[in-house]
């Protein structure tokens, strides 16, 4: 990271300090930034004269109009006998696939994609694990131009439909079943379902993960994976190169409030992000081993991917993270050496409330950085980690989303970690926060907006020819600037607290509250194990309701009520004590982990939710319907 600092600081003819300094000359330096991050960072491919163009216009600014590059040859410029991937299940580490083991399996598929005639543009889907088959198909995919998109096997047949039926997929990778939890979940009926629902597919192949003999009876253009690779021609393992803006993925909204947006996003920007983000924030290095743990239907396996292109080992994890008695990613990361720990705020609230304390169980010698994502991270996770988990290590929560497939704000090697804080913005991310009359403001909440272009926007929204959707999801509420949707403060420091969803902050009397605010205070409670707030339409106004999950063997009587009101008034305000609060069995999440307030408050109001396929737990949406104690 300093080379980088220095190199970039003698372009621009400006002495950087720190990295408030290297922040604020990123972002007073848009094209220039960027134009180092190509070169230092050794992307290959011809990056053409131009590096932005029209920078005032968001959207419709364009990065390196002029370049040509392949995404696959990007993650692939090691082709050694390094290891590339370790993939490892509940039962323990079952595979390890050297650079040049890779470079085979892609070479194999791209040959074999090409023989049924896929090319650039068209769409290859995949019903997979994170496994090294997801690995492989995305990249010989990505070789020939062609773009690429996944759920999980977790997903059900409509949610899979949903969002493959959508952008029309020429190829099918699906496998035959999986593992969670000690239950084997044979996917090959629901294999069968989507198929028949796909009529743009030329052909489905099957990978075997349970079974290795598996077929796809009754699908007359199925393949087994093992043949379909050992029929294809030998021919050399080649890269399409493309312009830079060139589709690469296509991702999804959680689709909680209707059919899932399809999000196209371009080969460049991700790339640029990605390796921006791996080196200069999580200071990844080559040969280190980068591990996140997350499914085939969240962003972050795309992020993880990439790591790929430092030259890092990526360990790939399918099955429950919580088996072993929670220890099995901690068993994990001593095992295969991880060096940097990625995972999710519900999973460290998860391990702290489960008693376990890795300190005491675990080496961990290895790890020096943990990654948090998908819901704020609380000050007491914070307290956690660095008492029970590892003391010399940097915790960085991060965030950003799907829309961006990367951050807008998140880790810095060089900052100090703050409790309860992220540590800062984005190099060439231009993150601010705006009241609602477009001013910033620092020390109160409001809503994160990057002012400036960046080049992971967006290409596009799929079926949105005159892109009204795309303009409408991001740019309607402040003309010409990005509005993530997180209500968000930035503090003196320069580090940020996201404290919920803009579209689920509750607003009574007038007083916009912001949904995490309250579940840092509910969650510190023993008795609690997690919760969801919504605002209820009441007498005019807004009330606060809660619903909690409780710990095994408590009941919410009167003095649990008076103890969790008093420790929400205590430490916010008398506002943002909940007028009701009921106890749940469980609460539903996406299958990315977040908790859906949305659909929450959509059951609550006696409305349908439009996409109960989007949750991982629909059932849960039954303990909050008609509950009598909401009627007065």
């Known amino acids: 990271m300093e080379t980088f600092r220095a190199r970039f600081a003698d372009r621009v003819g400006t002495p950087i300090a720190d990295s408030r300094a290297l922040h604020r000359a990123s972002i007073d330096h848009v094209a220039e930034f960027w134009d180092a991050i190509w070169d230092e960072l050794g992307v290959v491919g011809e990056k053409g004269e131009r590096v932005l163009e029209s920078p005032e216009a968001m959207p419709g600014a364009r990065f390196f109009p002029d370049a040509a590059l392949n995404f696959a040859e990007n993650l692939l410029r090691k082709r050694d006998d390094s290891l590339a991937l370790v993939f490892a299940t509940e039962g323990g580490t079952e595979r390890k696939l050297t650079f040049a083991e890779l470079a085979e399996e892609v070479r194999r598929l791209r040959a074999a994609m090409r023989a049924l005639g896929v090319k650039a543009g068209d769409r290859v889907a995949a019903y997979l694990p994170n496994m090294p088959e997801t690995i492989a198909v995305m990249l010989a995919a990505s070789s020939l131009g062609a773009v690429f998109s996944s759920c999980s096997p977790d997903f059900g047949v409509a949610g899979v439909v949903d969002r493959f039926g959508q952008i029309e997929p020429t190829l099918l990778f699906a496998v035959d079943g999986y593992v969670y939890g000690g239950k084997r979940f044979d996917t090959r009926d629901k294999v069968r379902e989507i198929v028949a629902q796909l009529p743009s597919l030329r052909a489905v ?23 379909f690779v050992a029929g294809a021609p030998d021919e050399p393992l080649t890269f399409e190169r493309l312009p830079f803006s060139h589709p690469l993925y296509v991702l999804y909204s959680s689709g909680t409030t209707g059919k899932p947006k399809c999000i196209v996003h371009g080969a460049g920007g991700t790339l640029l992000q990605h390796l921006k983000e791996h080196r200069l924030h999580t200071d990844l290095r080559e040969g280190e081993r980068l591990f996140y743990f997350t499914t085939c239907g969240w962003m972050m396996w795309n992020w993880l991917a990439s790591g790929l292109a430092s030259g890092a080992t990526l360990v790939l994890y399918d099955g429950n993270p919580f088996a072993n008695d929670g220890r099995v990613l901690f068993d994990l990361a001593d095992r295969e050496g991880i060096h940097v720990f ?291």
Request: include cysteine; hydrophobic fraction near 35%; aromatic fraction near 6%.
């Open 342 to 632: 990625g995972t999710s705020a519900k999973f460290i609230d998860a391990v702290h409330k489960s008693g376990l304390e890795p300190i005491h169980t675990h080496s961990l010698s290895t790890v020096r950085a943990i990654l948090s994502t998908g819901s704020p991270l609380s000050p007491e996770s914070f307290d956690f980690v660095y008492e029970k988990v590892k003391r010399d290590v940097l915790l960085a929560s991060i965030s950003g989303g799907t829309d961006i497939v990367s951050c807008f704000v998140l880790g810095d090697p060089t900052r100090p970690v703050r409790r309860g804080e992220i540590q800062g913005p984005g190099l060439g991310m231009d993150v601010q926060i705006w009241n609602d009359q477009g001013e910033r403001v620092v020390g109160e909440q409001g809503e994160l907006v990057c002012a400036t272009p960046f080049p992971s926007m967006p290409v596009c929204f799929w079926n949105d020819p005159d892109g009204s959707r795309y303009r409408a999801a991001y740019f309607e509420r402040f003309p010409g600037v990005w509005c993530h949707g997180d209500f968000t403060m930035e503090t003196p420091e320069g580090g940020y607290v996201i404290t919920g969803r803009s579209d689920a902050v509750l607003n009574p009397g007038g007083v916009r509250i912001g949904t995490a605010e309250i579940y840092r205070q509910v969650e510190r409670l023993p008795e609690v194990l997690e919760s969801v707030v919504i605002g209820q339409p009441w007498d005019g106004d807004v009330r606060v309701v809660l619903f909690v999950v409780l710990a095994e063997g408590v009941t919410l009587d009167d003095a649990l009520i008076r103890r969790i009101k008093d420790e929400i008034r205590e430490n916010t305000s008398p506002r943002h004590v909940p007028a009701k609060i009921l106890a749940v069995p469980a609460i539903p999440r996406t299958r990315s982990g977040k908790i859906s307030e949305l659909t929450v408050r959509c059951v609550v109001m006696g409305e349908e939710p439009k996409n109960v396929e989007a949750l991982a737990n629909p059932e849960a949406l039954e303990h909050f319907r008609n509950r009598p104690e909401l009627t007065s």
């Open 205 to 227: 192949v099957l990978v075997s993960h349970l079974e290795a003999s598996s077929a796809l009876e009754g699908v007359p253009s199925a393949h087994r994976y093992a043949d």
